[in-house]
């Protein structure tokens, strides 16, 4: 329907990310990393035909972004759409892409992707030209930003208004720091500026959208050994709680999960 956005994520974690936005008759993904296969099964139980899609908005060149991007734009035909240096970046990691199915997207520069009006926004990550996604559909807009060291004026400048905003809520600083399976190096890399944002930061972040009337939010890009979906809505619940507005009632609160594709949510522009 013509005044309904539906989204969902398909996946979303360190081990891959794929997320569904449909307005009209638009569908795409932002990012493609999982299998192609993967990918073009998870549409499928939600009912879409993934050669139906008209494209794939890539937010930077980590494999867990990429991994089926190549794949499914020659197997469906799909332009992609990057960062000119998101490209350089990823070319060779994803094999040919015939030139017909390359697009260049700028941070701050909007376009049309049929009937989605997209707006790609920069992130502060540690990877070429990272962005992240706001995308509109009449008076609806749903923004995505995961993959972020820190949430910044500009990216709350950015996605604040937003109908839904599924935001990173990737680790606990504790478990983190106890991973013997991370090196010092990795652990300050995760923890640094241009890293991932931390559950605290993703509950104080919920706040001033919510402040700002967002009523949809997901928790998305959980890591698989530094948290839990259990620990990640406890802290952006009991955020919540404290300023007296109730997960459930006044908004909705989800969690993206790693290898489980999400529920769809149907926005409305009456909301
Ligand atoms: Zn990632
Ligand atoms: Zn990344």
């Given at each position: 329907m013509?005044?309904?956005?539906?989204?969902?994520?398909?996946?979303?974690?360190?081990?891959?990310?794929?997320?569904?936005?449909?307005?009209?008759?638009?569908?795409?993904?932002?990012?493609?990393?999982?299998?192609?296969?993967?990918?073009?099964?998870?549409?499928?139980?939600?009912g879409?035909?993934?050669?139906?899609?008209?494209?794939?908005l890539?937010?930077?060149?980590?494999?867990?972004?990429?991994?089926?991007?190549?794949?499914?734009?020659?197997?469906?035909?799909?332009?992609?759409?990057?960062?000119?240096?998101?490209?350089?970046?990823?070319?060779?990691?994803?094999?040919k892409?015939?030139?017909?199915?390359?697009?260049?997207?700028?941070?701050?520069?909007?376009?049309?992707?049929?009937?989605?009006?997209?707006e790609?926004?920069?992130?502060p990550?540690?990877?070429?030209?990272?962005?992240?996604?706001?995308?509109?559909?009449?008076?609806?807009?749903?923004?995505?930003a995961?993959?972020?060291?820190?949430?910044?004026?500009?990216?709350?400048?950015?996605?604040?208004?937003?109908?839904?905003?599924?935001?990173?809520?990737?680790?606990?600083?504790?478990?983190?720091?106890?991973?013997?399976?991370?090196?010092?190096?990795?652990?300050?890399?995760?923890?640094?500026?241009?890293?991932?944002?931390?559950?605290?930061?993703?509950?104080?972040?919920?706040?001033?959208?919510?402040?700002?009337?967002?009523?949809?939010?997901?928790?998305?890009?959980?890591?698989?050994?530094?948290?839990?979906?259990?620990?990640?809505?406890?802290?952006?619940?009991?955020?919540?709680?404290?300023?007296?507005?109730?997960?459930?009632?006044?908004?909705?609160?989800?969690v993206?999960?790693?290898?489980?594709?999400?529920?769809?949510?149907?926005?409305?522009?009456?909301?």
């Amino acid at each position: 329907m013509k005044n309904e956005m539906y989204f969902c994520p398909l996946y979303s974690g360190s081990s891959g990310n794929a997320l569904f936005c449909q307005y009209g008759d638009t569908r795409l993904l932002i990012d493609a990393g999982k299998t192609g296969r993967c990918i073009g099964e998870a549409l499928e139980s939600i009912g879409v035909s993934p050669d139906t899609l008209s494209g794939i908005l890539i937010t930077h060149e980590h494999s867990d972004h990429i991994q089926g991007a190549g794949v499914m734009a020659r197997r469906y035909h799909l332009p992609l759409y990057a960062t000119q240096e998101t490209w350089r970046a990823m070319t060779g990691k994803i094999g040919k892409v015939p030139g017909d199915l390359i697009r260049t997207v700028q941070s701050g520069k909007g376009f049309w992707l049929g009937e989605i009006g997209v707006e790609p926004f920069s992130i502060p990550h540690d990877a070429a030209d990272p962005v992240g996604y706001r995308l509109w559909g009449g008076k609806l807009s749903v923004s995505t930003a995961t993959d972020l060291g820190v949430f910044t004026q500009d990216v709350y400048d950015r996605i604040s208004g937003s109908t839904l905003v599924l935001l990173e809520s990737n680790h606990d600083p504790d478990m983190l720091r106890a991973n013997p399976n991370y090196n010092a190096l990795l652990k300050a890399r995760i923890l640094g500026d241009r890293g991932h944002l931390s559950n605290e930061s993703c509950a104080g972040a919920l706040l001033r959208l919510i402040a700002g009337g967002t009523r949809n939010l997901i928790l998305g890009h959980l890591s698989g050994e530094n948290n839990t979906p259990v620990l990640a809505r406890r802290v952006s619940e009991t955020a919540m709680l404290r300023e007296g507005i109730r997960p459930g009632a006044d908004v909705r609160l989800e969690v993206a999960l790693r290898d489980e594709t999400g529920e769809i949510f149907v926005l409305k522009e009456t909301e």
